[in-house]
């Protein structure tokens, strides 16, 4: 049972353009859900994350939209730059139980052409 | 550069084999988490620890175990190794449980012949 549902699978962006990427998921109980940005040959590495008592977060391009009654949230990576190129991953926790290993959603792999 | 620690970066084995894979957190931090990363099931949770104690358990095998020390490294034992066992493992770690951001290390690469 896939529990975070990310897309799309790969994304081409030009550079300067809006790169959005969109999971959503179906456990109630998530209250926690972070982005990481993973590049090859590395672990991931945590991007930005949101609680469900807001409805977006940002942190410099990157902004966190999140809509918890039909259970979807989107990464939007503004001014998308070729130095962006990489999987991102979504991902859910049901944190607030406070021992939970994040479920992640399947990656998109993003490519910025310059 | 997370901070967190694993060893080894590459490892072959053949199947029925056991491995084990250890992984030190940064420094101050309680919980360790290992992950898998294959290219058909993405990354999935394995289990966590939290001060030496179990703390939460996901997608993993009976063959599979894991334990965290008193100095709160951890180590991550696959046992009876089968072709299906080949990925990334990464163990990841932060300072309690939670909402607290996990960090995580460069990966062990395993390969089952």
């Known amino acids: 049972q896939q529990q975070v549902k990310q897309s799309p699978q790969s994304l081409i962006v030009q550079k300067g353009g809006i790169s959005i990427i969109n999971c959503a998921y179906e456990n109630t109980a998530f209250d926690y859900f972070p982005w990481y940005q993973q590049f090859p040959g590395k672990g991931p590495a945590l991007l930005i994350a949101i609680r469900p008592d807001v409805s977006e977060k940002k942190e410099g391009r990157f902004t966190i939209s999140f809509n918890k009654s039909a259970k979807q949230f989107s990464l939007h990576i503004m001014d998308s730059q070729p130095g962006d190129s990489a999987t991102y991953f979504c991902a859910a926790s049901a944190a607030g139980g406070g021992a939970d290993g994040l479920t992640f959603g399947k990656g998109t792999h993003l490519i910025i052409q310059p | 550069d997370s901070g967190v620690t694993q060893t080894p970066k590459h490892l072959i084995t053949a199947t029925g084999q056991r491995v084990t894979l250890r992984c030190s957190p940064r420094?101050?931090?309680?919980?360790v988490y290992w992950y898998q990363q294959s290219l058909d099931q993405g990354l999935q949770f394995l289990i966590q620890?939290?001060?030496?104690?179990?703390?939460a358990k996901g997608n993993i095998l009976e063959r599979f175990s894991a334990q965290q020390f008193p100095d709160l490294h951890s180590e991550l034992n696959l046992s009876s190794l089968e072709l299906g066992d080949s990925a990334l493992y990464f163990c990841a770690s932060s300072v309690g449980a939670g909402v607290d951001t996990q960090y995580f290390g460069p990966g062990t690469r395993l390969t089952v012949l």
């Open positions: 620890y939290y001060n030496g104690e179990e703390r």
């Open positions: 420094s101050g931090d309680l919980s």
